[in-house]
């Protein structure tokens, strides 16, 4: 059974930062396409940020400069690196892992990170 587990959420003001961990449990974790997505109160859920297995990143384009996506394939996790936090980066965030040769996608529990102004 794959698990995603987050941890590192929390309450922060704005301009503060806060650093986002995802542990996968993947027996093919270093193939995987792994991502940060944030869901708004009354919100689609977005991308933030994605990261292939050889570091190649990709980020939403209101995040560019300010968060920064990393992954450790030994120890199967990825990280998120989130600065000049705004308001508008409050959300749930959730760590997932893409299976592109099977077309799956797996889904973390979700961590709250809270921004006031």
């Known amino acids: 059974q794959v698990q995603l587990v987050e941890s590192g959420g929390g309450l922060v003001q704005a301009g503060g930062s806060l650093t986002l961990s995802c542990v996968a449990s993947l027996n093919n974790f270093v193939t995987n396409v792994m991502g940060w997505y944030r869901q708004a109160p009354g919100m689609q859920r977005e991308l933030v940020a994605t990261?292939?297995?050889?570091?190649?990143?990709n980020y939403a384009d209101s995040v560019k400069g300010r968060f920064t996506i990393s992954r450790d394939n030994a120890e199967k996790s990825i990280y998120l690196q989130m600065n000049s936090l705004k308001p508008e980066d409050t959300a749930v965030y959730y760590c997932?892992?893409?299976?592109?040769?099977?077309?799956?996608?797996?889904w973390g529990q979700g961590t709250q990170v809270t921004v006031s102004s």
């Open positions: 997932n892992a893409f299976e592109a040769p099977f077309g799956r996608h797996y």
């Open positions: 990261i292939l297995s050889g570091g190649r990143t």
